[in-house]
């Protein structure tokens, strides 16, 4: 059964932290690993990881995919409270996604 | 536009009464899809379209009913739900089916008394 399990699963920091948030799956034949941030609606679009060991950056916020392993890590630098969010990874398959259960991140001031 | 809509953003509904959730695309995407997502859990899919046709229905009972009746509508009919269908509802759409980044609209906020 295809499976995708993300860790921790809630995580507390401070602002100017450092965060690492893990995705571990088992599901084969998908396309791409997805990351998305959930605040209190929809999830939004945050990468699109298709190739192993190429790390793909958007401001704070890096990723990267081991299909070797079977994982995918999202970085945030230099939290900030608006970085509060639950962030979902998901594995793009034929016609359906499969979600990870999230980890829900709390940056305090 | 690159936006998903859906309509109502809430709705409160008995175990008796009919409704029905709307969602709507202008992006020309040919695959769209529910899912439901209960509160502290990741979405679940409940149902994909692929061109205007049921491609996935992912075991959901009778009591929800889609029904997309052109490429930028999906409708989610909803008749004799039980209060544990209480959850947020989420429309997304994509290129194709399966295809890179899904869209997602901003859900609609369901509560079955």
Redesign the interface.
Known sequence: EDKVVQSPLSLVVHEGDTVTLNCSYEVTNF??L?WYKQEK?????LF?LTSSGIEKKSGRLSSILDKKELFSILNITATQTGDSAVY?CAL??????I????T?LKVLA | DTEVTQTPKHLVMGMTNKKSLKCEQHMGHRAMYWYKQKAKKPPELMFVYSYEKLSINESVPSRFSPECPNSSLLNLHLHALQPEDSALYLCASSPIAGAITQYFGPGTRLLVL
């Open positions: 396309r791409s997805l609606k929809a999830p939004t679009f699109m979902l793009s398959g034929t016609y359906k996604y979600f990870g259960t999230g829900r």
